[in-house]
Each structure stands twice: as C-alpha cells, then as structure tokens.
C-alpha cells in the first residue's frame, strides 16, 4: 500500500529542470478545470545548464513571449527526459494539461502527440489572435484569463468512460497497476484497453503507468527533505531498490539519489510560487 511518503495522485505533474532552470521564481497557479493540471511562468535569466523535459503523461503549451521573435508551442509528452531549448532572457508562459488529457481544439491525433512538438499556429489555425494576445499580455493572471477566454470552453477532448476510469485507477495507485487488473475492472480485453488508450491519449496502458510512476517517484524525491530510496521503490512496486535505481535512470538520465542531491543543491521547491 502506498503511504503518505509518496506523492498523492493530485499532485501536479513536475518539470523540475524547467524550475531550476528560472532566473527569477517560477510560479505557478493550480485550476482544475476543462482536463487542464495548472498555469506556469518564468523568465530565463541565466544559461539554464542541464534544460531537460522529462515524462509528464501530459500536453504542454508552452508560449515564449519574446517581444522581438515570440513563438509558441505544443508538447506531447516524452517517454524519456530530452534536452529542450529555453532561451535566456525570455519570458515563457505555459499552461499543462493533465495526464492523458487531449486539449480539443488542437488539430491534431493523440497519437501524434507523444515524443513530438508541434508549431502552435499549425496545430491551432485559428490561434492567431490569442497567440498575440497572450505573448503580450503583461502580467501572469492577465495571460491566464486571455488563455482561459479563448479556450475555456472547448479545452478537452474527454475520453471515453472506460479510459478516463483506467487514467483515474492509474493515477489513483501512483502507476502501480497490472494490465490485467484493468481488464477485470473494466470488462475489456487487453487489445481493446490498448486501442482506446492510444485513440484516446496517445499512449499504451503500459507506457502511460510507466510515466505516472515515474513521477510520483519525483514528487516523493522532489518534495523530501531525506528520502528514503527503499521506502519509496516499495511503496510505487519496484521488486527492489536496484530495479527502482534502473528505471528511473532509463527515465531521467540520472539516478534518484544524483537528482535528489541536484534538487536539493538548487533549492528546487523553495523556487515555486504558488498562486
């Protein structure tokens, strides 16, 4: 059973190098509503080192405000951490969808999504006007109700009953769940979970627990003053430590103990501002 040491299933999805990769504080504003996990913003004052993106599950729109060469773009999400272009001296705002959620007036398949970027103004075509009204918007709240007014009402793309009750299990059991549970659950056999789930989020049932897992480890790493590696391999299912240690390494490019002590060392949590 999974303990309070881990991450609850509410807890937003991370992008720590995004974080520490800010100048000045990253905020951060939490609105669950139409599929969407929370607003951000920050500003690049400094070479960002190591900016990597890593496997969210989630649909990113991220607008560089740049006044002289403002771009925008969307993000599936990756199944492995990739080095990502933050430009220095830029602000950027973006908004993060939850996990498996499709943002409905993307022009786009799901399953184009995952490993892939996308141009906003391609993937939106009648984005235009707020393209240019959100990269020169001023103040953070004033870019959330720009995205909000044209947006709010056809953000998500839901899911079909049986996927969103398969993504609410996943998340509810931190990833830690068998295919084969999901069958008993849903009534559906393996292959018809595996179409829907990809029609649906882009991703397999598998992959998707993967990613999911894979982030309540780096909330629970993330958020400790002194993590228990051991604790938190048993409490998200690993077979032991050693699998733990190779997995989120495959995932993340680097060991839970070498990122927790980069966290740390870069006063990660205490960089977001929430509100």
């Known amino acids: 059973m999974l303990t309070s040491r881990t991450a609850s299933p ?22 669950r509503q139409s599929g969407i996990s929370h607003f951000y ?32 773009r969307v993000c599936g999400t990756l ?27 993307l022009d786009l398949q799901a399953e184009q ?12 075509p009648d984005g235009r ?30 899911p079909c009953e049986v996927i969103r009750y398969a993504i609410e299990r996943i998340r509810q059991q931190h990833g830690n769940i068998r295919i084969d549970a999901l069958e008993t659950r849903t009534g559906y056999s393996s292959r018809t979970l595996q179409r829907l789930f990809r029609a649906d989020t882009g991703m397999s049932p598998k992959g998707f627990c993967r990613v999911v897992r894979f982030q309540s ?23 032991d430590q050693s699998h733990f240690l190779r997995e989120f390494r495959a995932l993340n490019n680097t060991t839970p103990g070498e990122y927790w002590h980069y966290m740390a060392a870069m006063a990660y949590a205490s960089r977001i501002q929430h509100g």
């Open 217 to 239: 480890a780096i909330h629970a790493l993330s958020h400790s003053p002194a993590p228990h590696l051991s604790r938190i391999a048993l409490d998200l299912g690993f077979s």
């Open 129 to 158: 006007t707020a393209f240019e009204q959100i990269v020169s918007a001023d103040t953070f709240s004033r870019q959330i109700a720009l995205f909000n007014h044209h947006f709010a009402s056809r953000s998500l793309r839901a």
């Open 113 to 124: 999504l995952p490993g892939h970027e996308f141009n906003f103004l391609d993937a939106v």
């Open 10 to 31: 509410a807890a937003c999805p991370e992008q720590p190098y995004f974080v520490v990769s800010a100048g000045s504080p990253y905020y951060q504003r939490e609105i």
């Open 79 to 105: 199944m492995h951490a990739r080095a990502v272009e933050l430009r220095c001296g830029h602000h950027y705002f973006g908004v993060r969808f939850l996990p498996g959620m499709m943002p409905d007036f």
């Open 41 to 72: 913003r920050f500003r690049v004052t400094a070479p960002p080192g190591p900016a990597l993106a890593i496997p969210d599950g989630c649909v990113d729109i991220l607008f560089d405000c740049d006044s002289s060469d403002p771009r925008a």
